[in-house]
């Protein structure tokens, strides 16, 4: 199955709200009917689940630390639901080549993390979960509490699953068109000039979802971190399995648009040398041209505020410790 057909199964089930206009152009389609019924159906777990925790909440001695676990497992199961529509906003900004993808989506080894990225932040979560699900007092409660969180964790695995799937297939459409050129014997300008177009598109396009994904994950790790340092029973460690899910994403995220940074270089040279063996000064110009246009490129950003590469892990692990102390010197004080 190529990405395309990935992408228009994603639109078909309802977990990415996208149409094509009558000029074939992507656009934001929040009244597809599937998208419709899954978030009503959302609804109710999602209810029945803030209400059962709220209620446990505040029937103890409100801390930091319970209002932060509250806090952190209800954004994370809440938060999904708003990556669908920034993801289609993407997919509009990307414009045909979102649903034209020519690439096969066959890199099991990205599959394989992003898998175990989800284990690992859904197996953390409920963990969490384990001491509100003791607590429930009567069957109805009991029943009630189980149905709203196998919902709540089935919707989450699919939420982030298609935001990871669909991001990479969408950089990997990119990273194919780019082999096919490096491996090409003679490239001609113009198609030079299209995987510069069709990059910088990308970029801009990739900017929503990169500015709100890494400020969000952040706000996870530092949240769930904190709650494993000083977690006072078993489940409670659970939360630092999120955290180390995370930072794999992260990391994959980084590694994966890095390979495209190198391609992009390679056709720069390649750019280069063809301009070197182009038969008029004219022609040469050209290739210089483009050569140095698309070496200037630069990374992928949150709209400039950051960029997305290795520094930016380093970054934000350094924050995230940071914050830790600074959790922790508030709970002694």
Not at 175 to 204: C, G, Y
Request: net charge neutral; glycine share 6%.
């Amino acid at each position: 199955m190529k990405s395309n057909k990935t992408i228009q199964l994603f639109i078909k089930i309802g977990f990415l709200p996208l149409a094509k206009d009558k000029d074939g152009q992507p656009k934001v389609n929040l009244s597809n009917k599937m998208y419709l019924l899954i978030n009503l159906f959302r609804i109710l777990p999602l209810t029945v689940y803030l209400y059962l925790s709220i209620s446990d909440l505040l029937s103890e001695d409100l801390n930091m630390k319970s209002v932060i676990s509250s806090s952190f497992k209800a954004v994370g199961y809440i938060g999904g639901s708003g990556l669908a529509v920034i993801l289609a906003l993407t997919g509009q900004r990307l414009g045909p080549d979102a649903l034209m993808g020519i690439s096969e989506p066959c890199c099991w080894k990205n599959f394989i993390l992003i898998g175990i990225v989800m284990s690992l932040y859904v197996f953390g979560n409920l963990m969490m979960e384990v001491p509100l699900f003791l607590k429930q007092s009567t069957l109805v409660e009991l029943l009630s509490f189980t149905f709203a969180l196998i919902s709540i964790t089935l919707l989450v695995i699919l939420d982030y699953g298609v935001l990871m799937v669909t991001s990479f297939l969408w950089v990997k459409d990119l990273k194919t068109k780019l082999n096919i050129l490096i491996h090409a014997t003679i490239v001609s300008a113009e198609t030079f000039e299209e995987i510069l177009l069709d990059f910088e598109r990308l970029r801009h396009s990739m900017k929503i979802l990169t500015t709100f994904f890494f400020p969000f994950t952040q706000a996870l790790a530092i949240t769930s971190s904190y709650l494993g340092f000083v977690a006072e029973d078993v489940y409670s460690y659970g939360s630092l399995l999120p955290t180390l899910g995370i930072v794999i994403s992260l990391n994959t995220v980084v590694n994966v648009l890095e390979d495209l940074y190198d391609l992009m270089e390679e056709a720069a040279d390649k750019a280069e040398k063809q301009g070197l063996q182009s038969t008029t000064l004219r022609e040469m110009q050209r290739f210089i041209t483009v050569a140095a246009k698309i070496k200037r490129v630069g990374t992928f950003t949150g709209f400039g505020f950051f960029s997305i590469q290795r520094d930016t892990l380093t970054a934000m692990l350094s924050t995230t410790i940071t914050y830790i102390i600074i959790l922790f010197q508030s709970i002694k004080t």
